[in-house]
């Protein structure tokens, strides 16, 4: 069937991944290597059962790579918007995962933020605005609620922003400007949605634009690359996996495509 007919689920995307592959090799070849790395040492990770900060670490970890590897599939299928969210989620939890390996006291702080986003859900049931949780009050059960807010009270326990979790761990500019960028493919923002509108020389709409593309996939995964070494980094100080000598080559080989990148433009 074609794009035309069943889009991005159709047996056509089979070529249009050949031809993406293709056209990027050298980054497709790159991902593949640091994602070789990266699912080969979580296999060596031994974490003991009563170390929360590990056990969280590695948890985030698993995340950010599975993550990863999601936009290179996107970009593998030509979805340039859908990577780059994948890419700001893989962000957003690299600044978690650079805090508590920075200082373990944050794992509380993670808990605490849990517990209080826990809270203000269960308010919400509750109070059941619209009547959207009819089916979920029988459930609840006004007593834990009670005890919830008293824990998070006595513990002092608030949300922890993306952009608090940044300026923690030190990852100012990565928050301000990567992290900042990526955010226009999450929300409804005028600038993204210009991607799915084909216009003339003279900026008149021809029509629109629902074809597969990998516009940015140099700069997105750079960024994505960029995000996995740092997770690569994070894990080797809390294990003690010796991965210098793989994240030097990684950082070279990422910076020469980027260079590539630049002066082709």
């Not at 056990?55 to 590897?69: G, P, R």
């Not at 029988?138 to 979790?165: F, M």
Request: hydrophobic fraction near 35%; proline fraction near 2%.
């Amino acid at each position: 069937m074609s794009f035309d007919i069943d889009g991005f689920l159709g047996e056509q995307m089979n070529e249009i991944i050949q031809d993406n592959y293709s056209l990027h090799e050298n980054v497709f070849k790159l991902c593949e290597e640091v994602n070789r790395y990266s699912q080969k040492i979580k296999y060596g990770f031994n974490i003991n059962s009563n170390d929360l900060q590990g056990i969280i670490t590695t948890s985030l970890y698993l995340k950010i790579h599975n993550t990863y590897q999601a936009s290179v599939i996107m970009y593998k299928y030509g979805l340039n918007s859908q990577a780059k969210i994948c890419v700001r989620a893989a962000l957003e939890s690299l600044f978690v995962l650079r805090s508590i390996v920075k200082d373990k006291r944050y794992v509380y702080w993670l808990l605490g933020s849990d517990s209080k986003k826990r809270e203000l859900l269960l308010k919400r049931i509750i109070k059941n605005p619209h009547n959207v949780f009819n089916s979920l009050l029988g459930n609840v059960d006004v007593s834990q609620l009670d005890a919830l807010i008293a824990k998070n009270r006595k513990d002092e326990t608030r949300i922890i922003s993306p952009k608090e979790w940044a300026e923690i761990s030190e990852s100012y500019s990565d928050y301000y400007y990567a992290y900042d960028v990526l955010c226009g493919d999450v929300h409804v923002d005028i600038r993204n949605m210009e991607q799915y509108v084909a216009t003339n020389d003279e900026g008149e709409i021809e029509q629109f634009n629902p074809l597969p593309s990998t516009k940015d996939i140099e700069a997105v995964l750079f960024t994505a690359n960029y995000v996995m070494v740092g997770a690569i980094k994070c894990m080797s100080k809390i294990t003690g996996i010796d991965a210098e000598g793989e994240v030097d080559k990684f950082e070279t080989m990422i910076l020469k495509i980027k260079d590539e990148a630049i002066k082709e433009r």
